[in-house]
Nanobody, 114 residues
Framework: VQLQASGGGLVQPGGSLRLSCAASTSIFRINVLSWYRQAPGKQRELVAVIVDGGSTNYADSVKGRFTISRDIAKNTGYLQMTSLKPEDTAVYLC?????????WGQGTLVTVSS
């Protein structure tokens, strides 16, 4: 299973970005799809999770600003990010659990700066 993350870039504070995580397998097989982020010099942080039943959960730091979703037809997960702050600057990675197996996509860099 391969995960391809995309959509990062440079955005001004207060702006929005949508990250995509394209899976090489059916989204139906993915039990848990997550987005993590890692800023320079900091530990990797869980940002958002969506489970196969559709329930979602978010880090307190992004609640109300970020939305995780998935498009079954496109086998793609998304992270819609709004009201971005400089502290959201990080490499964002998608992660998928299929049974007991875990898969990581490559990171996509998000830079929030004026």
């Amino acid at each position: 299973v391969q995960l391809q993350a995309s959509g990062g870039g440079l955005v001004q504070p207060g702006g929005s970005l949508r990250l995509s995580c394209a899976a090489s397998t059916s989204i139906f097989r993915i039990n848990v799809l997550s987005w993590y982020r890692q800023a320079p010099g900091k530990q990797r942080e869980l940002v958002a999770v969506i489970v196969d039943g559709g329930s979602t959960n978010y880090a307190d730091s992004v609640k109300g600003r970020f939305t995780i979703s998935r498009d079954i037809a496109k086998n793609t997960g998304y992270l819609q990010m709004t009201s971005l702050k400089p502290e959201d600057t990080a490499v964002y990675l998608c992660n998928a659990f299929i049974g007991a197996d875990v898969y990581w996509g490559q990171g996509t860099l998000v830079t929030v700066s004026s």
